[in-house]
């Protein structure tokens, strides 16, 4: 990075520091050490068994799928994956933890290293992950509907959680978000975790700490459950502005941990922050070691898909798009997929490109609604692109078509192109008819044209496309008009 912009990331004159801690529930079917379902939604209390609840004479079992899923993370990432890592206890009091205990990993989790690279405009940045492990989410505390009083829901507790750390390495809000979202994408790109963030399902907690450039880490103050990218980024900005506040009023910031407070835009002390030696880590005697075989790791590498970074780079050096487009069209495996079939069966790869980013995702989110649920078929708009490039309909009758096939008016495109009568006007003859016959009508535009004013031109080509009902072709009316006016 130069050193210009390297000072346009300081915040009066300080650096911001940003490590990431995200828990990403992972889409098995039951929970972590038990065979008790993991659908969200559920009356409170009626998915938590006997072993969720570590009650005595019960016995944790690790769920194979949930390793899976950390195996296809590891991969993903190019992390190490632990041939043999270790669950621990972490030891701590919450109503909404009656067992007394999280079962996480702690000195040795199952995914070490890796990064995560995506860009921020047109720059490409890397974050570096430390690590990533396996544990158990908890239960929720229910504030809501109860006379003053609060409720415990069990449901969630034992519901597999892959907890994915990053190096201090983000330097303001804007690279979290974008940190952020390409993690979302990845995990729910891989099938490891739905990534519903109101559902609680993709959790991120943020590590802030400012600094003068050249100076050691600041103390950091952890906000906890951003479950919005809007949040993540307001909260960010606030922090920073009163860290930066704290210390220039000769305050020391205090490590803590702070909430988010989206009514107020602040952020708030819950909790001064505890230590790792607070929790009284120790292997859990319950679990033996997770040992996990060069074999599964293979037969796991075999089944993984494509990835979107890999996909984006492909999409630029196989059909010649911009970064912008080939990163857009890489938000999912079905917006992608949907952008080959449509490039590959048109030929026309940019303007499919502009269309699925236009026309159909403006009218997927006017009414939101998913790629998954487009009412037009990537071949459909193929055949509606062929029409445009071949001259038969103009890009704006071709919306029309659009909006004819969007509302299920019909899918075949030419059969709609001639019910609305949107042919493009390619026949010379007719087309000189109609320049003559407006030429005729407007004998003094003609003059004021001829006398050097340039402006009739357009206006005449204003009234021949009016003439022509929008059906002739720009380029062509352009062409012939010219010639006749002997310009
Ligand atoms: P803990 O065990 O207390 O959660 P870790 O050392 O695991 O602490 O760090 C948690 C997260 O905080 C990591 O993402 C790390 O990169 C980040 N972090 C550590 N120190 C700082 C700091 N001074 N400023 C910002 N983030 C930090
Ligand atoms: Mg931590």
Known sequence: MSDKKKASLLVQGYEVVIGFETHA?????????????????????????????????TLPVMNREAVACAIRLGLALGSHIAEQS????????????????????????????????????????????????????????LHEDFHGLSGIDLNRAGTPLLEIVTEPD??????????????????????????????????????????????????????????????????????????????EDGHAI?????????DTGETRAMRTKEDAADYRYFPDPDLPPLVIARSWVDEVKASMP???????????????????DATTLTQSPAMAAYFETAAKASGQSKMASNWIMGEVSRRLNNEEKDIAQVPVS????????????????????????????????????DAVIEAKGLRQMNDAGALETIIDEVMAANAPMVEQFR???????????????????????????NDVLRQKLGA
């Open 306 to 324: 494509e990835l979107p970074r890999q996909m984006a780079e492909r999409l630029v050096a196989e059909y010649g798009l911009p970064e912008y």
């Open 378 to 413: 990537a071949e459909t708009l193929a055949a509606l692109l062929r029409r445009i490039a071949d001259g038969t309909v103009s890009n704006n009758a071709g919306k029309q078509v659009m909006d004819a096939l969007w509302a299920g008016e019909g899918q075949d495109v």
């Open 451 to 477: 006398a050097g004013k340039d402006k009739a031109f357009n206006a005449l080509v204003g009234l021949v496309m009016k003439a022509s009902k929008g059906k002739a072709n720009p380029q062509q009316v």
């Open 170 to 247: 983000i330097r303001s809000s804007a690279e979290a978000v974008a940190y952020a979202k390409e993690l979302h994408k990845i995990v729910t790109w891989i099938g490891i975790c739905d990534g519903n963030m109101q559902e609680g399902s993709f959790r991120c907690d943020a590590n802030v700490s400012v600094r003068k450039p050249g100076q050691p880490l600041g103390t950091r103050r952890e906000i906890k459950n951003l479950n919005s990218f809007k949040f993540m980024q307001q909260a960010i900005d606030y922090e920073v502005r009163w860290q930066i506040e704290q210390i």
């Open 254 to 262: 205090e490590q803590a941990t702070v909430l988010f407070d989206p």
């Open 25 to 57: 529930q992972l889409a098995t079917q039951s929970k972590i050490f038990s065979r008790a379902p993991t659908a969200f939604g559920a009356e409170p209390n009626t998915q938590a068994c006997a072993v969720d609840l570590a009650l005595p004479g």
């Open 86 to 141: 270790v669950f621990a206890r972490k030891n701590y009091f919450y109503p909404d933890l009656p067992k007394g205990y999280q079962i996480s990993q702690f000195e040795i989790p199952v995914v070490q290293g890796g990064e995560v690279s995506f860009y921020l405009g047109d720059e490409r940045k890397t974050v570096r992950l430390v690590r990533a492990h396996l544990e158990e989410d908890a239960g929720k505390s």
